[in-house]
């Protein structure tokens, strides 16, 4: 009976918090297309600003993960092509899990070990030493003030960042190609962009979008969610983390599925 | 003289000497299913100095948040500037919080901007005052708090003392009305914290602002008050001029002022009945 009633539980917290998330989605969705009309305006400085510390500067970690993320897709693919001497099926194999799928997916891992642990981690700070407090004093929402900016940001870079990381992991599948499967630079590429349809990128970047919005939402919530004390802001930025990596991941699984049935037979 | 209106009519003339008020009924809080505050009455004139005391875990500190809008009623009424916060809409308590400031206990100033831009974020988001004249106004609220020259400092760059006056600059960047301060000369050396006393003072007699203050420091309470409230375990024990709180013999308010130890814990028992806002059996 307590086995069935922590399952019960567990679920009601789950559903809760993902109502908590869509909450405030809502109000900073709000907040960046509703009220800067009526006078309220968004902050856009603190939004380039973020949007510089989420995209620009994970650019060169992100990089040099897609890269090699590329050359390893291409050995595992090869391994198994190879058997059938169609090694040079190899290119179409890296663009098309590398657009749909691996792209937008390790782009996110970055963003959250990077902005979603950040995000938590400001907001949570700002709890502790009493400046959200501050904010309301001063009749400042803290949603409109610090998540909406962030959330634009996001909605801006992932799809770029994600852009790039296709790019970067082609390349690394060039970088095998090249070497070790009798291909020229120009003729991968080119395999490449015969493999790859509008559509493989387009649900990938659909996808980076959506992922954008849970982590940002999972990363302010956390902090806006942290316990008194400083000790505190390090746990939520853990649970940031471990929540963002999970509802990706459920988000993945969803718009694969959804994509799966909806795309032609 | 509310929201916009009021910041741009202040700008042009010296704060109306004698502002508003606060009165509180009855006022009960809760947090979840723990009732903190215990039915609570007083009021504060308008231009007055009133100043809360109370030991840790007294609900004082709750009172504070309660009177800014950070705590919600459950029951009772809290009237200030004409609003019942049990009752206020969500707008006019944004309206009534550009009436109030707020210096909270460890500052609270916003670590990613510089002092300047502190004191002057509640007027670019909320007065018409363009970038020119804003500037101006924070400078004149630096000078106020003794912080000229300042602007530029990031608040991890100040000492304790002079967070707390960019603080209250920022507090008093609004031209409030109701000055709220949450533990002013906590964590301070004797003579910084005579500063901010002095700074307190300086604003009571300048600006003719009904402060309200939360301490459990005796001597700045016995400096800068009008008038005293003592609370424990959150009900009023006693409230009057600091002659009459010095003058009484009610045995909680002479422990606190005389600071006698309280009797050590016998068990856990005791503590999780003070916990859970019960007085232990052998000290009822």
């Not at chain 1, 009601?12 to 009526?38: H, K, M, N, S, W």
């Amino acid at each position: 009976m307590a086995f069935v009633e922590s399952i019960g539980r567990s679920t009601i917290d789950g559903l809760a918090y993902v109502g908590q998330l869509a909450r405030l989605t809502g109000r900073a969705t709000r907040d960046i297309f509703v009220t800067p009309p009526q006078g309220r305006g968004l902050r856009y400085r603190r939004a380039v600003h973020q949007a510089m510390s989420v995209g620009v500067e994970s650019l060169p970690i992100l990089s040099l993960i897609t890269f090699f993320i590329g050359v390893i897709l291409a050995l595992q693919s090869a391994y198994e092509l190879r058997k059938f001497g169609a090694l040079d099926l190899v290119a179409t194999a890296v663009a098309i899990s590398l657009t749909r799928e691996l792209g937008p997916l390790m782009t996110a891992i970055v963003v959250i070990g990077r902005s979603g642990s950040a995000f938590a981690a400001e907001i949570g700070t700002m709890k502790v030493s009493e400046e959200l407090d501050a904010l309301e004093t001063m009749a400042l929402d803290p949603v409109r003030f610090l998540v909406a900016p962030k959330l634009v940001a996001m909605l801006l870079m992932m799809p770029c960042l994600t852009t790039w990381a296709d790019f970067m992991g082609v390349s690394g599948g060039a970088l095998f190609g090249v070497t070790s499967a009798g291909f020229t630079i120009s003729s991968y590429f080119h395999a490449t962009l015969n493999a790859l349809l509008i559509r493989d990128i387009v649900s990938g970047l659909i996808k980076s979008v959506m992922f954008g919005l849970v982590i940002t939402t999972v990363g302010c919530q956390e902090g806006f969610l942290t316990g008194l004390g400083s000790e505190q802001v390090g746990r939520s930025t853990t649970t940031a983390v471990v929540k963002s990596i999970f509802l990706v991941i459920v988000v993945d699984f969803v718009f694969t599925a959804l994509f799966y049935v909806t795309g032609p037979a | 003289m509310i929201g916009h209106s009021h910041t741009n009519a202040n700008m042009e003339r010296e704060p109306t000497p004698g502002g508003v008020g606060i009165s509180v009924r009855d006022l009960r809080v809760r947090y979840g299913e723990r009732e903190i505050l215990h039915g609570i009455s007083f009021d504060v004139q308008p231009g007055e100095t009133l100043v809360i005391l109370g030991g840790s875990g007294s609900g004082k500190s709750t009172l504070l948040r309660t009177l800014v809008g950070l705590e919600r009623v459950a029951s009772g009424e809290v009237w200030i500037a004409g609003k019942n916060l049990a009752t206020i809409s969500e707008r006019e308590l944004d309206d009534l919080r550009n009436m109030i400031g707020m210096s909270f206990q460890g500052g609270a100033l916003f670590g990613s901007m510089s002092v300047g831009e502190n004191v002057s974020l509640p007027l670019r988001e909320h007065s018409p005052l363009d970038p020119s004249t804003i500037d101006i106004v924070v400078r004149l609220k630096l000078e106020q708090v003794g912080l000229s020259g300042y602007e530029d400092y990031m608040p991890a760059q100040l000492s304790g003392g002079m967070k707390k006056r960019a603080a209250v600059a920022r507090a008093l960047a609004m031209d409030p009305q109701i000055l709220f301060f949450d533990e002013p000369s906590a964590g301070l050396d004797p003579i910084i914290a005579a500063g901010i006393d002095d700074l307190i003072l300086k604003l009571k007699k300048v600006f003719k602002m009904t402060i309200v203050v939360v301490t459990h420091e005796l001597a700045s309470a016995f400096l800068i008050a009008d008038r005293m409230l003592l609370i424990d375990r959150g009900v009023v024990v006693a409230s009057g001029t600091k002659e009459e709180m010095q003058a009484s013999k009610l045995p909680r308010v002479r422990q606190f002022f005389d600071r006698v130890p309280e009797p050590e814990l016998k068990d856990e028992m005791s503590y999780l009945q003070i916990l859970i806002g019960e007085e232990p059996a052998e000290r009822r």
